[in-house]
């Protein structure tokens, strides 16, 4: 039964109701008048009977009339059929007819009765006289002689035993529906000229909003001012009278800010004249299904657009504006990184960004250790911004926009470029949206790098060429002078070396201090350049033998090196966490953590030293890190501290080869070195083997 039946059920009822209480008053009126000539009430009633009849007749419930002490003395056909007693016959008591259960209520009742006149609405349950069960709804007054003497009481009683089942019925079934409404899996909104009247908790709970929140909301505050074109014909229509009910797609705004796509079923609810009293919204969340479609469709038209393409410009532009379109933003930025300058560039974009022909407007260029888009080419993480008003690394580029979405493109474990798209609302991008850029990015990695190559092909290959003839030459020369410094420069410097201790032996007794102090640097000097060639032929052997690359323990190696080398009291070495097992040559590893941890003993000056060994777990390599807290290197120097032959402190112990066996070893593993110090706080080598 609908809403709309109940009202007119009930409104039936109320104009029944009103009848019958005038009825009620009609006879209340008589039967004082019939009661008020007579002091008995079987005079009365012989005086008037011509005219009770007329009232009895009239009168479609029952009515009775008893005595004081409790004795029925007059009913109507329409009693004695609900009673099954007929008091012409046979003597009845109204205490027989109470249901036993509620024979406290009634005397309760009846005493009320007497005590005030008369009582309405009273309700309870009689039993016949076949033993049936049934629910009465009573109006009695009391019947009063010439000197105000109660003498007998008098009542309608209609029977309500139907009306009361429909009414448990309709309850059970409103109960029934509110249950079905509320657990429904979609959503249901019932609206007043777009007023939210009731919401059911599937639909608050899609868009977040507690029911007393969208008692204060209409459907134009969840909605978007651009969605209207697409339902205001159908609304006119509605309103018309043309349509009762029509469907479309739309989105909602949620409570936090993001993006319901629903497909909503409205429907009219009209009063009895035809007109729109309601509407009734089946809201159901479609968001999933568009995307999936919207990405499929998305990486195909990218697929296709960028096949065959060899300008990184036109690959770059033709993805901006088909990922901006899927995300709903009007900006999408494309960037290349340059990891030899360590900047990243603009080439395309989406938006007020570009010009008539599409070609991008002010090109920045970053520092990759600078802005979001910075961060990310770093790390290779993408990363949603759901606030960028709380992330000080965002950089203002057109115009303040809070929602950020950046995506590296990665080429073989290495970020190329990044796809950055931003919205001026706040937590618009999803972890779908994420997903996809990230599908996108995959896409178009492998044709940008190749783009990217052949930009450079041509620069690139003469240079090689270049380079790899210089790199003969060098590597000839080099082993050359190895072995001229290993067979024709030690034996002189040994030679020399003896004949200054004989000569200090010969003649220590003439010799006076100055002369002695003279002969002490003459042999510091050979010890140096015993070391410097000792180095020099360890540079020149990294690298210069081919090395089968074997599981090596980089724990075992550092805790060996740990309990080998002279490290002083006042210094302690800490290994953060369990270094990993990679494929490599074990001795030049050893020789690896050898020259940076002995590096950093030599350049302590704490009272208490400290140094951390550590490594982060990367897609492709592993990234090593030495930490002291040292003299530290100035900045200036940072790209000077692994050149060959170059020492920052110069001294008998350092020879500036070390660090540059070090660059060797890590390149020789497929990594990069570099290091973060301050002067006077410390040092932080990092370096990056593969895996």
Not at 60 to 66: E, G, Q, R, S, T
Not at 260 to 288: F, H, P, S
Request: net charge negative; charged share 30%.
């Amino acid at each position: 039964m609908s809403q709309e039946q109940i009202d007119i059920l009930r409104r039936a009822l109320k104009r029944e109701k009103a009848s019958r209480r005038a009825a009620e008053k009609i006879l209340e009126e008589k039967s004082r008048e019939l009661y008020e000539a007579s002091k008995k009430v079987e005079e009365l009633l012989e005086q008037k009977s011509s005219q009770l009849e007329g009232v009895f007749e009239n009168i479609v419930d029952a009515y009775l009339i008893m005595n004081i002490d409790g004795d029925i003395i007059k009913m109507n056909d329409a009693a004695i059929e609900l009673f099954g007693y007929d008091v012409s016959v046979e003597k009845v008591k109204v205490s027989s007819l109470i249901y036993r259960p509620d024979f406290q209520l009634a005397i309760n009742s009846f005493n009320s009765l007497y005590d005030k006149g008369s009582f309405t609405d009273y309700t309870a349950r009689i039993i016949t006289k076949d033993n049936k069960i049934k629910w009465v709804h009573i109006n009695g007054s009391i019947i009063y002689d010439s000197q105000k003497k109660p003498i007998a009481a008098q009542g309608i009683v209609r029977d309500i035993t139907d009306d009361k089942k429909r009414r448990e019925l309709v309850v059970e079934q409103k109960t029934q529906l509110d249950a079905i409404v509320d657990n429904a899996s979609f959503g249901i909104v019932l609206t007043d000229r777009g007023k939210i009247l009731k919401t059911n908790l599937s639909f608050q709970n899609l868009l977040g909003y507690s029911e007393e929140e969208f008692f204060k909301l209409s459907i134009k505050d969840i909605s978007f001012a651009e969605d209207f074109p697409l339902s205001k014909d159908y609304i006119t229509k509605m309103n018309a009278g043309e349509i009762n009910n029509f469907v479309i797609n739309k989105r909602y705004k949620k409570k936090d800010g993001s993006i319901l796509w629903a497909k909503t079923n409205v429907n009219a609810v009209n009063d009895i004249q035809g007109k729109i009293k309601y509407q009734v919204a089946l809201i159901e969340d479609i968001t999933e299904q568009r995307e999936k479609k919207l990405i499929i469709s998305l990486i195909n038209d990218i697929a296709k657009s960028i096949l065959g393409k060899l300008e990184i410009y036109d690959i770059a532009s033709e993805i901006t504006g088909k990922i901006a379109n899927f995300l709903g933003t009007d900006d999408c930025v494309i960037y290349i990184v340059n990891s030899k300058e360590k900047t990243i560039e603009q080439i395309a974009a989406f938006g007020a960004k570009i010009n008539n022909e599409n070609q991008i407007i002010n090109n920045l260029t970053f520092s990759i250790n600078e802005g979001i888009t910075g961060r990310v080419a770093q790390t290779g993480i993408a990363e949603i911004i759901k606030d960028t008003s709380k992330d000080s690394a965002y950089i203002i580029d057109e115009k303040l926009r809070l929602s950020e979405l950046v995506v590296p493109i990665i080429n073989d474990g290495e970020v190329i470029g990044i796809i950055d798209s931003e919205h001026s609302n706040k937590n618009h991008f999803t972890s779908e949206h994420l997903k996809t850029i990230k599908s996108v990015a995959n896409i178009v990695a492998l044709q940008l790098k190749n783009a990217i190559n052949t930009r450079e092909k041509e620069r690139v290959e003469v240079q090689n060429q270049q380079l790899f003839s210089q790199l003969e030459k060098s590597n000839e020369e080099l082993q050359e002078y190895a072995h001229i410094v290993s067979h024709d420069l030690k034996s002189p410097l040994r030679s020399i070396d003896a004949l200054v201790n004989w000569l200090k032996e010969d003649n220590k007794d003439i010799l006076d201090k100055v002369s002695l102090e003279n002969f002490s640097h003459i042999e510091s000097t050979l010890e140096k350049m015993e070391q410097l060639i000792t180095d020099i032929l360890k540079y020149s052997s990294v690298g210069a033998d081919n090395y089968e690359k074997r599981s090596v323990n980089v724990n075992d190696i550092v805790k060996n090196l740990i309990s080998l080398l002279y490290i002083p009291e006042h210094i302690q070495i800490i290994i953060l966490n369990e270094l990993p097992t990679i494929k490599g040559d074990k001795t030049k590893l050893q020789q690896l953590f050898q020259n940076l941890i002995s590096n950093s003993v030599k350049f302590i000056d704490k009272e208490k030293g400290l140094i951390e060994v550590d490594f982060i777990e990367k897609e492709n390599h592993y990234e090593f890190s030495i930490k002291d807290n040292g003299i530290g290197i100035h900045k200036s120097f940072h790209n000077k501290v692994f050149k060959i032959f170059h020492s920052l402190n110069k001294s008998k112990d350092s020879t500036g080869i070390g660090l540059s066996i070090v660059k060797k070893i890590v390149n020789l593993h497929d990594g990069k070195i570099w290091l973060e110090s301050e002067p006077k706080i410390g040092t932080i080598f990092y370096f990056t083997l593969k895996k």
